[in-house]
């Protein structure tokens, strides 16, 4: 049956700036011509010399469309968020990624427990500076004073080893107290005039800001454009965020479209919702399979989020190998997604809205937790255990003791009991963290009183 609500490719392309009558083949990145439309090769090696890349129209940059996002560096020891950062690992990661065509590294001072810059930056140093572009932030969401934006924004140079940063950004705005907030952290404190200058002596290559939020913030930011000339801008799209993000977000269509008309590139994160589209259920996962038997679900949000023509490129924090080969044979070279994939995808994306899961996507900006609460690892094990039909609506369902015993298992495996929902106070410091607005202490109460349930076998509530 035909649903009003899916987009068309039509519309979709035109919003896109590529016109309705553009074919496939056409667009940047087709098909490779020995390669069957709508599948891909699972196991095959990546082909470093089909790379789809955009360029930045203020510097002419070449920019890869699969960027690499420097959150989440493998540890040393992967079942301990408190692990070290594997400084060899990844540096073999850095060596595969900038050997098939990858050029863009987005990192920033509060990634990686802070350790992401400098781990970062010894992995580039080993490459030709021209082999590279190294993407950094103004992560100055605690400390408002120019000193302390100043201080932070040259501790960066020293710790990527860098004279140049090629995309600097106002990091997360939109956030606190929207435009007040936005004003306090950049331009009344004098931080943007610094950064123009800094711009205009070369130490800056392009000047843009990641946004998550309120869209007055975004629209007073644009607002700004003659002024600063904003070069880029870093936004949270995929196929579930298109057009509908939420009450605490803006649908990625506006802000895609707003930026294009300005002719200003996006710079994409979150294309996979926090790894959640990933790991879609198997009634979701069958109806993509249908069309495109051999692609996984994540490659589906990869070319979905690689389409739209002003996208400069696409961020994916790849703590595995296997993650980064996949995503390079997503974009090498991208095949953009056709009028039937686009309206499957929406249809998905309806689809998947149905299911209680929150909202989280391990960005990890409300830790350290000051009562030690491990927040994204409830968060992940609850919208894990959805994804996989083990969390149950009410004690009579027919799975409801295999769901119960492989939830509170599963808890406890992943979740030590101090660092668990039960210990959430609700002082509520996390709330202006969270870029996607999660009333995190309200989530808490609920997953810790769902717990508290299945291990006495009471009714659930609703």
Not at 326 to 349: F, G, H, I, M, Q
Request: proline share 4%; with cysteine; glycine share 6%.
């Amino acid at each position: 049956m035909k649903n009003d609500n899916l987009i068309s490719r039509r519309e979709f392309l035109k919003r896109l700036g590529l016109g309705a009558a553009v074919t496939t083949a056409a667009l940047t990145g087709c098909a490779p011509k020995n390669k069957q439309a709508g599948t891909t090769e699972a196991s095959a090696e990546p082909d470093a010399s089909q790379m789809t890349y955009r360029t930045t129209p203020t510097t002419g940059d070449r920019v890869s469309l699969l960027g690499y996002g420097c959150m989440r560096w493998p540890l040393e020891d992967a079942k301990d968020r408190n692990s070290p950062i594997d400084q060899e690992a990844t540096n073999a990661l850095v060596d595969y990624a900038i050997e098939h065509g990858v050029n863009y590294f987005d990192t920033a001072p509060v990634y990686g427990r802070g350790l992401s810059e400098r781990v970062t930056g010894i992995a580039l140093k080993r490459h030709p500076r021209e082999k590279w572009f190294i993407a950094t932030k103004l992560s100055n969401m605690r400390d408002f004073s120019f000193a302390a934006a100043e201080a932070m924004y040259r501790n960066s140079f020293k710790e990527l080893q860098v004279e140049v940063i090629d995309y600097y950004l106002l990091h997360s705005i939109g956030g606190g107290k929207g435009i007040e907030t936005f004003k306090e952290r950049f331009i009344d404190n004098g931080v943007m005039d610094f950064l123009l200058k800094e711009r205009e002596a070369g130490r800056i290559r392009n000047l843009g800001f990641s946004f998550h939020g309120d869209v007055k913030t975004f629209d007073y930011a644009l607002s700004l454009h003659d002024q600063y000339k904003w070069d880029f801008v870093q936004i949270q799209l995929n196929y579930v965020d298109w057009r509908h993000a939420g009450s605490r977000n803006v649908n990625a269509d506006y802000l895609y479209d707003e930026l294009a008309k300005r002719n200003i590139p996006s710079v994409i994160m979150e294309p996979l919702l926090g790894g959640r589209l990933a790991s879609l259920n198997d009634h979701l996962t069958e109806r993509l399979r249908q069309l495109r038997p051999e692609s996984s679900t994540a490659s589906w949000a990869f070319r979905f989020a690689g389409t739209p023509e002003h996208i400069l490129t696409v961020l994916s924090g790849m703590t595995f190998q296997h993650h980064l080969e996949e995503n390079l044979r997503t974009y090498s070279p991208l095949e953009p997604c056709t009028e039937e994939e686009l309206a499957l995808l929406e249809d998905t994306a309806q689809r998947y809205l149905k299911y209680p899961m929150v909202n989280c996507t391990d960005c990890q900006y409300c830790m350290p937790c000051p009562y030690g609460i491990d927040i994204p690892g409830i968060f992940k094990h609850y919208n894990k255990c959805i994804n996989e039909g083990n969390v149950s609506t009410s004690s009579g369902d027919e799975n409801y003791r295999k769901a119960r015993r492989a939830f509170l298992v599963g808890y406890n495996r992943s979740v030590p009991k101090l660092r668990q929902a039960a210990h959430c106070i609700g002082c509520e410091e996390c709330l202006e963290h969270c870029p996607q607005r999660i009333n995190i202490p309200r989530q808490l109460q609920k997953i810790d009183a769902y717990v508290e349930a299945l291990k006495q076998g009471k009714e659930l509530a609703e």
